[in-house]
């Protein structure tokens, strides 16, 4: 059967394989095309070859001055081989310029093609709280740099839970209710501790909804705050 | 008559002895590329285009001169007109 999931290892593990074929190629390609290219070049006996040739195909040059003229001819053509050499070094200079930007640009788009669908991923699972701060002195907590106001009591549940956080604990309603009033936990009802979890839940969640999806425009109305595209479906 | 064989014996030294033909060929040397173009006399035993070319290619040899190719062999009546394009390679070798 096949398999129409994939996960975000496997891109990962795909993007890698990518990027090695992708150099090897880019890389061997370059070399190809250097080889041909150097090979291509005239060396620098080229010249000599030619004025050799115009001397022995012309049975009418035989004349001093003509000889002389053929000699000057071919050392000027040895002398401009000798900037072919030079052009050489430039070339492959070109070419190793050349593939490090083309590797690099493979590298990009693939980093690109990664972080496209992580972004995916991340819309879809919707909001991820990647920082917690929360201010006491002003009643208000701060997630992903998002400022909400909360109430006292709320602020202490949210305190409390986040030090549980801290330590990699649970907490029951009844340990909530004992820490935020100072009792001991087997006297408090857990009816109390989960009444604080849904005070928090309720003012936190309206917040974050009317932050994130159900806008209010101040004297003007609601919005519902989605792309055109996620409005489509 | 005295005075008469010395310009007998002048005139065969000049011309000298066995050389019934004449070749003028071109040649090259290579790094820098040099090239020059000169008669030679040639025995009579050498007066074939491939006798010739032996001969010439080894007389040449030796000063580093590589033959490149014969133009003509002639006799000495062919040799006043190529000593002005031969210059210093006229009978050189």
Same mark, same amino acid.
Request: one cysteine or more.
């Given at each position: 059967?096949?398999?129409? #999931? ?18 090897? $190629? ?72 050349? #593939? ?39 009643? *208000? ?9 909360? *109430?006292?009591?709320?602020?202490? =549940? ?32 857990? $009816?109390?501790?989960? =009444? ?29 705050? *989605? ?7 | 008559?005295?005075? /008469?064989?010395?310009? &007998?014996? !002048? ?14 060929? /071109? ?20 007066? %074939?285009?491939? +006798? +010739? /070319?032996?001969? &010439? !290619?080894?007389? &040449? ?6 033959? @490149?190719?014969? @133009?003509? &062999?002639? !006799? !000495? ?5 190529? /000593?002005? %394009? ?8």
């Amino acid at each position: 059967m096949p398999d129409n #999931t994939s996960s975000a290892t496997e891109t990962r593990l795909s993007g890698s394989k990518v990027v090695t074929i992708g150099i090897a $190629a880019i890389v061997l390609i370059l070399l190809v095309a250097a080889v041909l290219l150097f090979m291509n070049l005239p060396d620098a006996n080229a010249f000599n070859a030619r004025v050799e040739q115009i001397f022995v195909e012309n049975n009418d040059l035989t004349n001093h001055a003509e000889i002389k003229l053929l000699e000057i001819l071919a050392q000027s053509g040895t002398s401009f081989s000798d900037t072919l050499t030079s052009y050489r070094t430039v070339i492959f200079v070109l070419l190793v310029f050349a #593939t490090a930007l083309m590797v690099a640009a493979l590298v990009f788009l693939v980093t690109i093609i990664a972080l496209n669908k992580r972004m995916g991923e991340i819309e879809r699972i919707g909001i991820q709280v990647s920082s917690l701060l929360i201010s006491r002195e002003e009643n *208000t907590v701060y997630l992903n740099n998002m400022e909400f106001k909360l *109430t006292e009591a709320a602020i202490e =549940t949210l305190s409390v839970l986040a030090e549980a956080r801290m330590d990699e604990e649970l907490l029951s309603g009844c340990e909530i209710e004992g820490m935020i009033s100072g009792r001991p936990a087997s006297d408090c009802d857990e $009816a109390a501790g989960a =009444t604080r979890i849904k005070r928090l839940r309720d003012s936190l969640g309206n917040q974050m909804v009317s932050e994130l999806l159900v806008k209010n425009i101040a004297r003007r109305g609601y919005m519902l705050a *989605t792309r055109w595209s996620a409005n489509c479906w | 008559m005295m005075k /008469k064989l010395i310009l &007998i014996l !002048a005139l065969m030294a000049a011309s000298p002895v066995g050389a019934s033909c004449y070749a003028d060929y /071109k040649a090259k040397q290579d790094n820098p590329l040099r090239l020059h173009y000169g008669v030679v006399e040639l025995p009579d035993s050498a007066c %074939s285009p491939d +006798a +010739a /070319k032996g001969q &010439i !290619a080894q007389r &040449i040899g030796a000063d580093g001169w590589q033959l @490149l190719n014969i @133009l003509s &062999i002639f !006799a !000495a009546d062919g040799l006043e007109e190529r /000593k002005d %394009s031969a210059g210093q390679y006229f009978l050189r070798y």
